[in-house]
């Protein structure tokens, strides 16, 4: 079984800056796609990002450019960096992750953090 542990959000003024992480334990998640996705009230939840086991990066148009997510496979650690955070990127944060190749789809993940709110003000 994996366990999903996110940290980092909190409340920031537009145009600020932060990360999350996302620590997993019960499995090494080194051959797993590893993935962020946030759902804002009333909305279904929507990919953000992802890194497959393969060091393949994808992410959602709305934030390229803007968030980096990276991973430490020693630490069992996925990381997402966000900067110029709009007000629109307000939302739970959820960590994902699957032993499947890349997916933007929320149901082909089978393991999931809590989630981390995240609050950008204007």
């Known amino acids: 079984q994996v366990q999903l542990a996110e940290s980092g959000g909190g409340l920031v003024q537009a145009g600020g800056s932060l990360r999350l992480s996302c620590v997993a334990s019960g499995r090494t998640l080194s051959t797993y796609t590893m993935a962020w996705f946030r759902q804002a009230p009333g909305k279904e939840r929507e990919f953000v990002a992802a890194?497959?086991?393969?060091?393949?990066?994808y992410s959602a148009d709305s934030v390229k450019g803007r968030f980096t997510i990276s991973r430490d496979n020693a630490k069992n650690t996925v990381y997402l960096q966000m900067d110029s955070l709009k007000p629109e990127d307000t939302a739970v944060y959820y960590c994902?992750?699957?032993?499947?190749?890349?997916?933007?789809?929320?149901?082909?993940?089978?393991?999931w953090g809590q989630g981390t709110q995240v609050t950008v003000s204007s």
């Open positions: 890194f497959t086991w393969t060091s393949r990066t």
């Open positions: 994902a992750a699957d032993p499947k190749l890349y997916s933007a789809s929320a149901s082909k993940y089978a393991y």
